[in-house]
């Protein structure tokens, strides 16, 4: 039931506070005579490596992961969590081979790269698709998953939790860049201590519906037996779930795409680490891959354990909707609703530390690419830094309100986590292409760049829908393969074109990018702490194969 008792309010009463003055503490304590756009869109230098790494998860980790990524764990199973630890794999690889490049040519967003190295058209058509999906994917879903869970478990409506949880980011968000890394520290210890007690809560009612009592061990043993096919993190073709997880694709392929274009070329993602040193930002991006490999714990591992419940006969009304349809998306919700006085507070406090990090994140993102990319490039050129802060403070404001407004629209999803996936997916691969042609291929032209940013959402789309319009006539791809697909065919027309129509050197210099061998030696620290992880990985991948 959607009860709260005394005990919860206090303690959600308790993190609302703490959030609040801290981020207050911070911003009078850190703030300048007059706040420049860099300071307050970068932070400019100030995030520690431990700021930088806990922002750059509690910007990742949010309702889509609690409840969405739960859910695909009820669904599917362990499989899921290959998008998390993956991730840790990938974030070595963007802090050793991809950061430095940015930080070198002193890059501050991700269409001012493009500029930088293709063209401000270019530059411009990315930075519309990346507000678009920022602002009606990655908003909107995170706004709905978080209000359709706090509204499942606080005598709250579904409205209301929209309004409250927009209200709260946005005032998290006007702070800038300084207020959002250094509350996300707090935020991420929330979400971390407030997901393990769920965890906690599901494996001990699991030990205790087979007589074991509250013996996590025995819990885990259970869920082997149980449900062993939801323990692989490879699924074969025979395998209800392949097109959402298709095997190795996991590891190589589309998966590998969608992890270097959304940690390497993603604006809310980069963004915590551009304003520091290399160093720094280096040390903040291994903390935040040793944190992806908790994050299924927390949210993968209860959603399987409410599915060996489910299927042993508990919760049947609890996980489905009004029209009698099983909706794994109310996995965590349920097991959220069952947690004692005091815990349940902790459990929402964790989950809105979640919704409201990460909403702060990538409106603080939005407002970055609007102003310094589209409002001083189109509208304003000789705007000042007083200026530029202003607007990107308005549209933190615009652009939460038009999210708060669809986010009701996307009531009708089943597994929210991988909608998200799969139409973020129509244009990662295209960037994924440009940024690393621009990079690492110095004959990479322009007009090679433009028919990239042109090309890939068309190309996705195609291959989605091509074989419903020919009613099965041609493949229908998983969207995780379509995504190598879409990838390798832009690499290839690029190649193409920068080979067919060279510029000229006049030209290639205007262009180019600094790239050389120095800038990616790495200390014996990162490498330490990359082997741990990598092997980490390795025994996992083993041993759940």
């Known amino acids: 039931m959607n009860v709260l008792q005394t005990a919860d309010y206090i303690v959600f009463f308790i993190y609302f506070v703490i959030v609040t003055a801290y981020g207050m503490y911070i911003y009078r304590s850190k703030k300048t005579a007059a706040t420049s756009s860099n300071e307050y869109f970068l932070a400019e230098g100030s995030l520690t490596w431990w700021a930088i790494g806990a922002s750059l998860i509690a910007s990742n980790i949010s309702a889509e992961h609690f409840i969405g990524m739960s859910g695909s764990g009820f669904a599917i199973g362990l499989a899921i969590a290959s998008y998390e630890w993956m991730s840790a794999a990938t974030l070595i690889i963007v802090a050793m081979f991809i950061l430095p490049i940015y930080l070198k040519n002193k890059i501050f967003t991700m269409p001012q790269f493009l500029a930088k190295r293709y063209s401000g058209t270019v530059s411009t058509i990315m930075a519309i698709i990346w507000l678009l999906i920022y602002v009606f994917v990655n908003l909107t879903s995170i706004i709905y998953l978080g209000a359709l869970a706090i509204s499942s478990i606080a005598p709250v409506s579904f409205q209301f939790c929209v309004i409250g949880l927009s209200l709260f980011s946005v005032i998290v968000t006007l702070g800038g860049m300084k207020v959002i890394g250094y509350t996300d520290m707090f935020q991420v210890i929330v979400l971390i201590l407030g997901g393990l007690v769920t965890t906690y809560l599901a494996l001990t009612l699991l030990s205790d519906q087979f007589g ?16 062993p096919g939801h323990l692989h993190l ?42 520091a040193d290399l160093k720094t930002a280096r040390k903040g991006i291994l903390f935040a891959a040793f944190l992806k490999l908790l994050v299924p714990i927390i949210a993968v591992l209860p959603g399987i354990a409410m599915f060996v419940m489910h299927e042993n006969g508990m919760f049947q009304q609890e996980m489905v909707d009004a029209a009698g349809v099983l909706k794994p998306d109310q996995a965590y919700p349920t097991l959220m609703n069952l947690l004692p006085a005091g815990l349940k507070g902790v459990a929402l406090a964790a989950l809105t530390a979640a919704i409201v990090a990460s909403l702060a994140g990538k409106a603080n993102s939005i407002s970055t690419i609007f102003s310094l990319d589209i409002y001083k490039k189109y509208f304003n050129s000789q705007a000042s830094e007083k200026k530029l802060v202003r607007t990107g403070r308005w549209c933190v404001v615009v652009c939460m309100i038009i999210a708060a407004f669809v986010a009701p629209a996307l009531k009708s999803l089943d597994q929210a986590y991988q909608f998200i996936q799969e139409y973020v997916g129509f244009f990662s691969p295209g960037v994924l292409a440009i940024f690393l042609l621009g990079m690492f291929w110095k004959k990479t032209t322009p007009a090679a760049g433009l028919a990239g940013a042109l090309l890939t959402v068309p ?72 082997f741990i992880i990598s092997g980490i990985l390795v025994a996992l991948y083993t041993v759940f194969w």
């Not at 060279?502 to 790495?522: C, G, L, T, W």
Request: net charge negative; charged share 20%.
């Open 212 to 227: 074991f009592g509250k013996d996590i061990l025995k819990a885990l043993t259970i869920i082997a037996d149980e449900a």
């Open 459 to 530: 190309l996705a789309a195609i291959l989605k829908f091509l074989p419903m319009w020919t009613e099965g006539a041609f493949p229908d791809y998983p969207f995780l393969d379509r995504m190598t697909i879409v990838f390798f065919i832009i690499v290839l027309i690029m190649v193409g074109i920068s080979l067919a129509k060279p510029v000229s050197e006049e030209e290639a210099e205007i262009h180019k990018i600094e790239v050389d061998k120095s800038m990616f030696k790495v200390s014996s620290e990162f490498i330490v702490g990359s």
């Open 234 to 275: 490879i699924l074969d073709e025979s395998n209800p779930h392949y097109n959402e997880l298709p095997g190795m694709s996991v590891l190589v392929g589309g998966m590998l795409i969608n992890n270097l274009a959304y940690w390497g070329c993603n604006q809310y993602i980069v963004q915590r680490a551009l304003g």
